[in-house]
């Protein structure tokens, strides 16, 4: 029974990242917007590393801003230890893109 548990919990685990697809981005995700820095709608600075260490710029009127991955968007998040490895510019990250089960992807506040 143990064995066939085990069996069916690779299986489920090996479908799920199967179906999750290519254009998802990839890598441990940041948590959801509402949790950590900047919070809410953020107009001080166009771009920053948060007390987690996760990259972030404002891409949008009023204050919007997104996550940073690399590879256009749909790479590894971007993981910095100070505000200048966010820059923009600097190399190919922007905004997360993914499906609709990316809670961390697209601009908003």
């Keep these: 029974m143990k064995l066939n548990l085990g069996l069916l919990l690779v299986a489920v685990q090996a479908a799920t990242a199967i179906s999750a697809g ?12 509402d949790l950590f820095a900047p919070k809410a709608c953020w107009t001080r600075s166009p771009y920053g590393c948060s007390e987690n260490r996760w990259c972030w710029k404002q891409c949008g009127p009023g204050g919007k801003w997104c996550w940073l991955a690399k590879n256009g968007g749909r790479g590894e998040w971007k993981s910095c230890t100070s505000a200048e490895d966010c820059k923009p510019g600097v190399d190919d990250s922007d905004c997360g893109k993914g499906g609709k089960d990316c809670k961390a992807c697209g601009c908003g506040c």
Excluded: I, L, M, R
């Excluded at 290519?22 to 917007?33: C, D, L, M």
């Design 22 to 33: 290519a254009s998802e981005v990839q890598g441990t995700s940041p948590p959801a917007k």
